[in-house]
């Protein structure tokens, strides 16, 4: 029989945050609208904490990276959508980008309206879901007890939390848990392990979709060592502490550079992942071959 690939699934979803989520979902931008990205949405750094001060909104930047690495056909639009301001003054810094979404967020009825109207402009055909349409953040707890607040905060942390929660306790965007139980492979990184892949994996809600989902989970390695607490413990670690949050088993299968030698107990594939100019950057072509690999050896074969 036949195994399945990836142009056989008819729901893919890849969770997690910033630069590395964008970078997948480009690699895997044929498969359209059958793939959904759930962003991480608990930044508070940057053009996107000051507009989260200023407005009392989701952390828009992530949503705005990924949309700029969907972009397929580059115009006016798109280049004014990634304009970031320079100059002196109250915009230094601020990203047009993610002004447009505040903007549109006030004037839509959802955060997933003013998402899905920017991905229209720019003819995306990714689903692009924020994980949850409330704001929050992330909360650690050190080691002595004490709380940590906020992803920039946490990132700064020099030992590995005892606790990681959201907080308020917000609802996941209905659209994102629906996508997770129906999902036949799900993506979780690259990316910062505390501050990118976490946060959708503490909501409840997404928790409860996870323990239904008949999807495979593939965890995508990082390229570079990680920067911050999590950098103190192992990648075996880390998964297994995830596991240990959500309180059942997750992953499938590890995909890993080449370079790396973790020891670990999951099924574990190994490719060539770098772009050839920059080292530092999964290949996009590289990388969906790879997660094609993959796909071949975990998912039960077509009938």
Request: aromatic share 4%; glycine share 8%; with cysteine.
């Amino acid at each position: 029989m036949l195994q399945k690939s990836l142009s056989d699934l008819n729901k893919v979803v890849a969770i997690g945050g910033g630069h590395g989520l964008g970078r997948v979902l480009s690699s895997l931008s044929f498969l359209g609208p059958r793939l959904t990205g759930i962003v991480t949405t608990t930044d508070n750094g940057g053009s996107t904490g000051r507009l989260r001060n200023a407005e009392n909104c989701i952390a828009w930047g992530d949503i705005r990276n990924c949309i700029n690495q969907l972009v397929t056909q580059p115009d006016i639009g798109s280049l004014l959508f990634e304009y970031r301001f320079q100059n002196e003054g109250e915009l230094k810094n601020h990203n047009l980008g993610n002004l447009m979404l505040v903007a549109l967020d006030n004037l839509c009825v959802r955060p997933l309206d003013a998402v899905n109207l920017i991905r229209n402009m720019l003819h995306v055909e990714c689903q692009l879901i924020p994980m949850s349409e409330q704001p929050s953040d992330l909360i650690a707890v050190t080691p002595c007890g004490s709380d940590v607040y906020g992803e920039v905060s946490v990132d700064k942390m020099h030992e590995f939390p005892n606790e990681l929660t959201v907080q308020p306790n917000v609802s996941a965007t209905l659209e994102a848990v629906q996508a997770i139980e129906k999902a036949e492979l799900i993506l979780l990184g690259p990316g910062s392990f505390l501050t990118s892949i976490m946060p959708p994996l503490l909501l409840k809600d997404i928790q409860v979709a996870l323990r239904r989902t008949n999807a495979k989970v593939i965890y995508l390695g990082n390229l570079q060592p990680e920067i911050g607490p999590a950098s103190t413990i192992s990648l075996q670690a880390r998964l297994k502490w995830c596991e240990g949050k959500l309180g059942f088993p997750l992953i499938n299968a590890v995909i890993q550079d080449i370079d790396k030698q973790s020891e670990l107990t999951y099924p574990t594939y190994t490719h060539d992942l770098r772009e050839n100019l920059n080292k530092n950057y999964h290949d996009r072509d590289k990388l969906k071959a790879a997660i094609e690999s993959v796909v071949n050896h975990i998912l039960m074969p077509a009938r």
